[in-house]
Every structure is written in C-alpha cells, then in structure tokens.
C-alpha cells in the first residue's frame, strides 16, 4: 500500500489522501479546513475555459487562493481545445501550480454542452483537449491532471483508453471515478477500472466513489494498487476523515472521535472564512449546507437544521452553533456515533 509523499514532476503532494472537486462545496475555506485536518491535495471547484465569465463574481471566487497553502490545484472545464488552453494559462497566472481538466462531471448542465463526462464520447476531441493544455502548461513547469469516469455509460467503459492516450499526451496524474456518467451519483462505484488502468499506466492513479470509511480506503488501495484515493461527499460535514483514513492506515486501529469542541472550534473558523469569501448574505445562505452537514447525524440535529434555515445573519448563525455544540458538549466529550430516532431528542 502506497505512503507516504507523492511526485508529479517537480511538485511534491504531501499525502495519498485527496479531497474531490465538488461544485459549490470545494471553495477555498473548505479545502483549507480539509488539508489542515489531514488531507495531502485539494483540487478546486471546476472553473469554466469560457473567456466571458471570467470576470464573474462566480469564477473570481473560484479563481481566489488567498492564504491557501500549496501546490494549489485548479480543475478547468470546456469543450474547445484552444479555450482551454487559455483557461489553464489564465489560472496558472492566479496561482494554479496544478491544472486538473475536468472529464468527469455528470451534471446536465455541464454535459449538455458537451464538457465534462460527456467529452468521454467524443475520444478524438477529449485527446485534443489534452494535448491543448499539456502545451499550455508545459512551458511553465506545471502538471496537467485528468479527472474522468469510467465512461459514458455500462456500454462504453473507455476510459481505459483515453487513460492510455491521455498518458501518451503527457498527462502527469489521472484520477478515475468509479462510476459512469450514466450512473450520476446512484448505485455503487466499481473500481475495477481503477485497478485495469493502474496496471496499465506509468503514472499515478487515484481511486475516487464511495471511499467514505478508513476500511473502504484501506480496501481500494489493496485491490486496485491505486497511489491515492480521492474522497468527496464523505468529506461533507466531516472534514477529518481524512486524519480517521490516516491513522487507520498507519496504525490499523480507529482514532479517537474527534472532542466536540474541537469540531465546534473547526467549524466556526470555516463560517468565519465562508462569510469572507461570500460576504455576509449569500456566505450566511451558502453557510447552511455545511452546517447541515456538520450535524446532521448529531443528536438534535434534524432539529437545529431545520431551525438554521430560518436564521438570518452570521452573528446570529454563529451563535446558534455555538449554543449547539456548547449543549452537545454538555453531554458528550467526543462526537457521538450517528444518533436514532430517540437521541435526536436528547441535548436538543
């Protein structure tokens, strides 16, 4: 089982454990949160190649790595070689020591333009993408990552050969989701794929879908022979589980929940990096999807939850955090396991 750092060219990743690029959640404060409590690489949310949105306030956020500690990464999206091209030139300016081409959104949004999944039933053009940002970016020293499914659909599992062409191209690192474009979010990853392009390939692979426990990590890396796993959605509202994956890996034994103060503390140092990226308005109403989160298997959670949808205003959504987990803190020292039906009441 890989350790250890890991190498792409001359930048160094501290560790096999990575956060996914998740739109609307992987902003800047939540991938910071993510590598101070153990994660070795964070790839941003996907920034569009599309010239005329880049002075959006949308895509200024996301171009936006203030304070964030390197080797920042930055997932682009497009469907023209040569827009692309120029998005990773205008992201490497902003910071980027890492371009990551997206190949791997299932959103309709995104695959009705033919971006994302939806470039794996296109090989021809999917490589000339490639191949555009392998140029743009070779002059600057900086490694271009491709993050795909395992294809379009149950009928098209190619993404063994666009792996293999997209290695050729001179692609430093590829990361393959376990899932296809068909499959959306729904059913169970297979990582198969992962292991057949692993044993095929001279570069690094990363297994990414449904690695949301220390043993489902331990398990992907021993049957694909991956060199990092990439974890999403399990991160959401629990940042160190990246520490939890760590730790079981190293030692073979759970660590110790997390004190419920500590996650009080680590969750109010997000909200205040939230409110200063988004401002107070939309950071207060972009705000409740992590709290959610962060509660939601807690006793009293479902209640707070529903309760946080009607708060107005940071400093009164920081207070009614802090009033929760100074009561949660009352009767537990460390982070409950998930709660039932009967513990939801407690502490409420």
Known sequence: MPTGRLRL?????????????????TDRPFRKLCRR??????VSEMVTSRRELWDSLKTSR?????????????????????EMAD????????GARIVDINMGCPAKKVCS????????????????????????????????????????????RNAPAIARAAEDAGVAMLTVHGRTREMGYGGHAEHDTV????????????ANGDIDSPERAREVFERTGCDAVMIG????????????IAHFLEHGTHAPAPAVRDVQGWLVEHLHEHYGLYGESTGVRSARKHIGWAVRTLPGGDAFRARMNAIEGSAAQLAAVNDFFAR?????????AAANEDQQRLCA
Request: charged share 20%.
């Open 113 to 156: 333009r033919w971006a994302g999944s939806a470039l794996m039933q296109d090989e021809r053009l999917a490589l000339a993408i490639v191949e555009a940002v392998v140029a743009a970016c070779a002059p600057h020293g900086v490694p271009v990552t491709l993050k795909m499914r395992t294809g379009w659909c149950a009928q098209a």
């Open 9 to 25: 060219g001359a930048i160094e990743i501290a560790n096999r454990l990575f956060v996914a690029p998740m739109a609307g959640v």
């Open 37 to 42: 409590l153990g994660a070795g690489h964070a």
């Open 233 to 244: 959605r399990a991160a959401q509202g629990r940042p160190w589980i990246f520490g939890e």
């Open 195 to 206: 292991a057949a392009i692993k044993a095929a390939a001279r570069i690094p692979v990363v």
């Open 87 to 94: 998005a990773a030139r205008y992201n490497i300016d902003r």
């Open 328 to 336: 949660l803190a009352d009767c537990h020292e460390r982070l409950p």
């Open 62 to 82: 996301r171009a936006d790595h203030a304070g964030e500690p390197g080797p920042i990464a930055v997932q682009i999206a497009g469907v023209d070689p040569a």
